[in-house]
């Protein structure tokens, strides 16, 4: 199983961004998909989390700004990111097996990540 994350760039504050994790290898149905992602100097942390019956998990410090979604039939997982701040910066990521502990050691397959920078 591969996952791609795209959908990353530059943002001013209080912009925004949909990021997508493309699932191929196998059907998306099976898994749940989270997000994660790291700053630099600072641990990998879990951002948002939907289930295989798209129920959602997310952090504390994105709840009400970020919308995790699935689409089977694409094999796509998006997470739209709305009012983001400098403090989101980080690499993305996508994983299947998240937990609604959003703990990154949880994950199982892992894909490589998409820069996010909100700056002005």
């Known amino acids: 199983v591969q996952l791609q994350a795209s959908g990353g760039g530059l943002v001013q504050p209080g912009g925004s961004l949909r990021l997508s994790c493309l699932v191929s290898g196998s059907t998306l149905d099976y898994y749940s998909i989270g997000w994660y992602r790291q700053a630099p100097g600072k641990e990998r942390e879990g951002v948002s989390c939907?289930?295989?019956?798209?129920?959602?998990y997310y952090a504390d410090s994105v709840k009400g700004r970020f919308t995790i979604s699935r689409d089977n039939a694409k094999n796509t997982i998006y997470l739209q990111m709305n009012s983001l701040k400098p403090e989101d910066t980080a690499v993305y990521y996508c994983?299947?097996?998240?937990?609604?502990?959003?703990?990154?050691?949880?994950?199982?397959?892992r894909g490589q990540g998409t820069q996010v920078t909100v700056s002005s």
């Open positions: 939907i289930s295989t019956t798209s129920t959602t």
């Open positions: 994983a299947t097996d998240c937990t609604r502990q959003l703990y990154f050691h949880d994950a199982g397959y």
